[in-house]
């Protein structure tokens, strides 16, 4: 067998594969975990978003429990990296106690089982086309029963992904810290009039800090503001409900 974590629920992949539907392009999310190939979620959205990311997991959750961590690419819809923040993705797991890892840009070995699911689901789908968005969704229900329950893998000593997840109890989120141990930290610019721009917010910093480099911390639960000195100004809470974040100031 090919190197694989110990334990169901140890290290989950998820990934976006595009597809025609009909006259449509769309995107199905997929979640798989790494020990059994069990293939945990398929979920036909619109295109490969953080929104359609989280509406995967936690379709997955509710059937196989928390994981403990979840490996995606450098994709924006799973990451802000790049950026040097936090995305919604991340966030919302983080906030649930599951870490995130990211794979190499422009190595999708990294995610090799996800990617031979993709490859076997594309197969099926040859064999089983569907006409629309309801037609896609029922063809996706019916491979992920086959593909878990009754194709044996040589990969899994020719049993099946259901057989090999039920063998060994499943892993478990850390609860103990995940949040301050997965920060990101960036550097940014206030504005004139002491606003802090950083995601989708604006923090205010009061006009005491005109056009000023601070260093934003973000752990996930709690978003930290630093002077160039390291001096802490304030922290805020991520609230995806709004565009404003107040401050509380410590300085």
Not at 71 to 88: E, I, Q, Y
Not at 122 to 144: G, N
Not at 188 to 207: D, E, K, P, V
Not at 212 to 222: E, K, N, P, R, Y
């Amino acid at each position: 067998m090919r190197f694989a974590r110990e334990r169901p629920n140890e290290l989950w992949q998820i990934d976006g594969m595009r597809l025609a539907v009909g006259e449509d392009t769309m995107t199905v999310i997929t979640l798989l975990d790494d020990h059994s190939r069990l293939c945990l979620e398929l979920l036909l959205a619109a295109g490969e978003t953080a929104a359609a990311a989280i509406a995967a997991f936690d379709r997955a959750v509710s059937l196989w429990g928390l994981p403990h961590t979840v490996l995606s690419d450098n994709g924006s819809a799973f990451t802000a990296r790049s950026k040097g923040g936090v995305g919604p993705f991340e966030r919302h797991l983080w906030q649930q106690g599951v870490a995130t890892i990211n794979g190499r840009p422009y190595h999708p070995q990294t995610q090799g089982k996800v990617e031979r699911l993709h490859r076997t689901l594309r197969e099926w789908l040859t064999d089983h086309p569907a006409e629309d968005a309801h037609a896609m969704t029922d063809q996706l229900d019916v491979f992920v029963d086959h593909y878990n329950t009754q194709r044996p893998h040589q990969a899994l000593n020719d049993r099946t992904p259901a057989q090999v997840h039920a063998d060994t109890p499943p892993a478990r989120p850390d609860p103990a810290g995940t949040l301050h141990q997965r920060s990101r930290r960036m550097v940014n610019h206030t504005q004139g009039n002491g606003n802090l721009g950083y995601a989708s917010w604006q923090i205010g910093l009061g006009r005491a800090h005109p056009n000023t480099v601070v260093a934003i911390t973000d752990h996930g639960d709690l978003i930290e503001i630093h002077d160039e000195h390291g001096t802490l100004i304030g922290t805020t809470k991520p609230d995806p409900t709004t565009r404003y974040l107040p401050l509380t100031r410590h300085t």
